[in-house]
């Protein structure tokens, strides 16, 4: 799914810094706030905000923004290519097992399994022999990957439960 792109791709940076600069001037000037030290707790009110908006910050902020939705593409890109292509092994192991039961039996069937794991260069190694052996030791870290992510999505859920 494609994402929108936004205001802040037609953002000139420059032109902000010395807009927003220029805007935090005009404050400090009509409230007379520039050198006084006699309301020192509205001074320092006005000098987060102005520290807030300083052009340089919003200019970072801008930028970090950009940077995070070029990020959030890459990844939506990534879970379609990962989703993509374990739809087509999952396919490539169907069509293996109407070719074993319905076509030229299971060696014929095997060169499904074959082909789709040769292409990639996804073989296992020449020197394994035992099937579950290997199946159980490689499946150690995968399970353990999919359990910190079914408990990340878990507490997410429920964080968004909990939101009124």
Do not use: C
């Amino acid at each position: 799914m494609p994402v929108e792109k936004s205001a802040l791709d037609s953002i000139d940076l420059d032109a902000l810094q010395v807009a927003s600069k220029a805007a935090a001037e005009d404050v400090i000037r009509s409230h007379g706030w520039k050198g006084m030290v006699e309301d020192a707790d509205l001074l320092g009110t006005d000098e987060r905000y102005l520290v807030l908006a300083d052009p340089a910050v919003v200019s970072s902020l801008i930028a970090e923004l950009k940077t995070s939705r070029d990020n959030y593409e890459a990844a939506v890109m990534r879970i379609k290519e990962l989703d993509l292509l374990f739809g087509r092994y999952l396919t490539g192991m169907r069509a293996a097992v109407i070719e074993w039961q319905n076509g030229k039996g299971a060696e014929a069937g095997m060169e499904w399994i074959w082909n789709g794991l040769v292409g990639p260069g996804e073989l296992p190694p020449k020197d394994e022999t035992q099937a579950q052996a290997y199946f159980d030791r490689e499946v150690v870290p995968i399970e353990a990957g999919l359990e910190e992510v079914y408990a990340f999505l878990e507490k997410r859920r429920a964080a968004k439960k909990a939101k009124p």
